[in-house]
């Protein structure tokens, strides 16, 4: 039974079964958002859901009956976890308080799909070990985006109100700026005045009923300082910034690629298979780079004794 078990949760039919409800899932779940549909085939909806939850189980069942009387080891992947409390999710009774959670675990079956494509749990999986440096980038993000507001508080608010009235104000349109949505128009207000360009979102401010600040039409502006700040701000904060969010997620991907390559590679050896030649190559260079670590660390340590040395 247990080796039965083993064959079909690795087998590549079971694979694409599963995968197959999980499309199913998230197929029905949008189709629930249409009242018409509902109405009509609510009954068919229902049974379809019922069915796709039952297979759900039937792979926990076997997933969990591979493992034996250590059938508790289930629990040890995170993405089989993941998995359980959706589905345990699902049988919350449709009718009560549970109802808005049970609509949010049809929604969140969907997602199933990290758990069955390995190439999207090495994404996810490179996302969470790039958070720590996400979070550095982030404080470094924040830190430019606070400067330039207080920047343009101080430069912009008299003529320009509307988008740097203040520091949270200042600090929305500069995020607008960032994702580069008409920041152009904002830029042109400030280089040759509100009264001259007025723009889209400032004429609207002044024909307001409610506006209680106008922009000062005498107001002194300068197109150099204008287009120094606003070009400034849009390399730095959009260009660089994102390169280097983009960078530090490509350099997790790579780790989590390295580090799935080099622990199939283990269970391989472990379960007596011969490695494949890719595979050894693989190997021969990570030995080869951690190598040519050890040398480079030795001969600087040789330097630093021989610098030492001299200087006594």
Same mark, same amino acid.
């Given at each position: 039974?247990?080796?039965?078990?083993?064959?079909?949760?690795? *087998?590549?039919?079971?694979?694409?079964?599963? !995968? /197959?409800?999980?499309?199913?899932? /998230?197929?029905?779940?949008?189709?629930?958002?249409?009242?018409?549909?509902?109405?009509? =085939?609510?009954?068919?909806?229902?049974?379809?859901?019922?069915?796709?939850? /039952?297979?759900?189980?039937?792979?926990?069942?076997?997933?969990? /009956?591979?493992?034996?009387?250590?059938?508790?080891?289930?629990?040890?992947?995170?993405?089989?976890?993941?998995?359980?409390?959706?589905?345990?999710?699902?049988?919350?009774?449709?009718?009560?308080?549970?109802? *808005?959670?049970?609509?949010?675990?049809?929604?969140?079956?969907? !997602?199933? $799909?990290?758990?069955?494509?390995?190439?999207?749990?090495?994404?996810?999986?490179?996302?969470?070990?790039?958070?720590?440096?996400?979070?550095?980038?982030?404080?470094?993000?924040?830190?430019?985006?606070?400067?330039?507001?207080?920047?343009?508080?101080?430069?912009?608010?008299?003529?320009?109100?509307?988008?740097?009235?203040?520091?949270?104000?200042?600090? $929305? %349109?500069?995020?607008?700026?960032?994702?580069?949505?008409?920041?152009?128009?904002?830029?042109?207000?400030?280089?040759?005045?509100?009264?001259? =360009?007025?723009?889209?979102?400032?004429? *609207?401010?002044?024909?307001? %009923?409610?506006?209680?600040?106008?922009?000062?039409?005498?107001?002194?502006?300068?197109? !150099?300082?204008? *287009?120094?700040?606003?070009?400034?701000?849009?390399?730095?904060?959009?260009?660089?910034?994102?390169?280097?969010?983009? +960078?530090?997620?490509?350099?997790?991907?790579?780790?989590?690629?390295?580090?799935?390559?080099?622990?199939?590679?283990?269970?391989?050896?472990?379960?007596?298979?011969?490695?494949?030649?890719?595979?050894?190559?693989?190997?021969?260079?990570?030995?080869?780079?951690?190598? %040519?670590?050890? $040398?480079?660390?030795?001969? !600087?340590?040789?330097? $630093?004794?021989?610098?030492? +040395?001299?200087?006594?």
């Amino acid at each position: 039974m247990i080796e039965f078990c083993q064959k079909t949760q690795d *087998a590549s039919w079971f694979k694409n079964v599963i !995968l /197959a409800f999980i499309l199913l899932a /998230a197929v029905g779940v949008g189709l629930e958002t249409y009242p018409n549909i509902v109405e009509q =085939y609510g009954n068919l909806l229902s049974i379809v859901n019922w069915v796709i939850i /039952a297979v759900f189980v039937v792979e926990i069942i076997i997933k969990m /009956a591979a493992h034996g009387r250590h059938w508790y080891r289930y629990f040890y992947d995170p993405w089989n976890v993941f998995d359980f409390l959706i589905v345990a999710v699902c049988f919350l009774p449709g009718d009560t308080s549970f109802a *808005a959670v049970l609509r949010l675990a049809r929604v969140l079956r969907a !997602l199933r $799909l990290m758990t069955a494509l390995p190439q999207l749990q090495l994404i996810v999986g490179a996302l969470i070990k790039s958070i720590p440096s996400l979070g550095f980038v982030g404080v470094l993000l924040f830190l430019n985006f606070y400067v330039y507001a207080v920047m343009g508080v101080f430069l912009f608010r008299e003529n320009d109100p509307t988008h740097f009235q203040d520091l949270p104000t200042a600090m $929305l %349109s500069l995020f607008r700026i960032a994702t580069l949505e008409d920041w152009t128009d904002i830029m042109y207000i400030n280089m040759y005045g509100s009264s001259n =360009y007025p723009g889209p979102d400032l004429q *609207a401010y002044m024909d307001s %009923s409610n506006a209680s600040i106008d922009p000062n039409p005498d107001a002194q502006v300068s197109p !150099l300082v204008g *287009a120094l700040f606003f070009g400034s701000f849009v390399m730095i904060g959009t260009m660089i910034m994102l390169n280097l969010f983009i +960078g530090v997620i490509l350099n997790s991907m790579d780790e989590t690629a390295n580090e799935r390559k080099k622990e199939a590679l283990l269970a391989r050896r472990e379960s007596g298979q011969a490695p494949s030649f890719a595979e050894d190559v693989d190997d021969l260079h990570d030995q080869i780079e951690k190598l %040519s670590e050890g $040398l480079t660390k030795l001969k !600087l340590r040789i330097e $630093l004794a021989q610098n030492n +040395g001299i200087e006594r």
